[in-house]
């Protein structure tokens, strides 16, 4: 079993930042991707960023330029540096990794409890 703990959310004014982090755990034999996903009241979740073991990023087309992915392979942890944060950035945010356990012989597909983000105007 994988075990994702997310922390770093919280209340923040318009043009502020955060960072969260998300650190994995448990039966892990690699982690192929990692990323973060949020989900505000009434809208389905979406992807805000993912990150693969080589480093290659993708980002949400309304967070690109403001929001920085990075991960840490060694200690299986990712990171996500929010800056200028704006009102529309409020959600529930999600940390998911993709990977493999049991020596490589099984995939996980493992998410976070989720943490709140909220940014006042």
């Known amino acids: 079993q994988v075990q994702l703990v997310e922390s770093g959310g919280g209340l923040v004014q318009a043009g502020g930042s955060l960072r969260l982090s998300c650190a994995a755990s448990?039966?892990?034999?690699?982690?192929?991707?990692m990323g973060w996903y949020r989900q505000a009241p009434g809208k389905q979740r979406e992807l805000v960023a993912g990150?693969?073991?080589?480093?290659?990023?993708n980002y949400a087309d309304s967070v690109k330029g403001r929001f920085t992915i990075s991960r840490d392979n060694a200690k299986n942890t990712v990171l996500l540096q929010m800056n200028s944060l704006k009102p529309e950035d409020t959600a529930v945010y999600y940390c998911n990794a993709i990977g493999s356990q049991d020596s490589g012989y099984a995939r996980f597909d493992a998410w976070g409890q989720g943490t709140q983000v909220t940014v006042s105007s």
């Open positions: 448990g039966n892990i034999f690699s982690i192929y991707t």
């Open positions: 990150i693969t073991s080589g480093g290659g990023t």
